[in-house]
């Protein structure tokens, strides 16, 4: 079983990911995870972000591992927890640079059915229903209102004791979203069999809970 969930950033994908293969029994898989851990790597080896073949090598030649936890997933990259790391800002803006690169996407995907190969996973991101695993048991998009994603971002940001601008959080989320939409590789969509669920409005519990009855 391979349940699909694609959609916008701060959309609450991860958390409703996470609590839905809770429900379900089964594993969870973070591809923007993956996406990010590389970025750690390239940052690192001063790869130039630019030479897609370059961060292809660098992909070939590196080990990304997402090992499940009692509250979701850690991610090792060759062997060292990068799980912080990769939610810094610098990391979070330069994924742009790997998740545009084809020759990139391409390994990305393959590491990713192979994992859906050899379990059953709640898989999410951007391509998961488009390209990732297109015979998917049930695709879900899920989708929140802009001002919506920036108001939770900021909730989850003061809850860390970070004081933060709402206007600023916005036009940063329009940039991200701008950015999925018009990538030439795996571009944010909805696949044509993909249900929506605008989660604006809602919890995580009940995000789940409409997944769920779908599901049913
Ligand atoms: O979901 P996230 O914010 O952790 O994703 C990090 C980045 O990776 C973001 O720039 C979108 C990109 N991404 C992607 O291109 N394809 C995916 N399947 C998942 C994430």
Redesign the pocket.
Known sequence: MVIAI?GP??AG??TVAKLLAQKLGISYL???????AL?VKAIRSKVDLENGKALAKLATESQIQLRPTATGLNIFLDGEDVSEE??TVEV?NK??Y???APEV?EI??NL?RAIGHKQSIV??????GT??FPNATKKFYLDADPAERARRRMKEMQEKGKIVDEQELLREINE?DQ??FT?KV???KKADDAIVIDSSGLNVEQSVAKIMEFLK
């Not at 898989?123 to 998961?128: L, M, N, Q, S, V």
């Open positions: 694609d950033a701060g994908k991860s973070d591809t923007g995870a993956m996406y990010r970025t990769i939610r979070t994924t742009f790997i998740a545009r996407r990305m995907v990713q898989a999410e991101g951007r391509d998961i390209v990732v991200r950015k999925d990538r795996g571009p944010l």
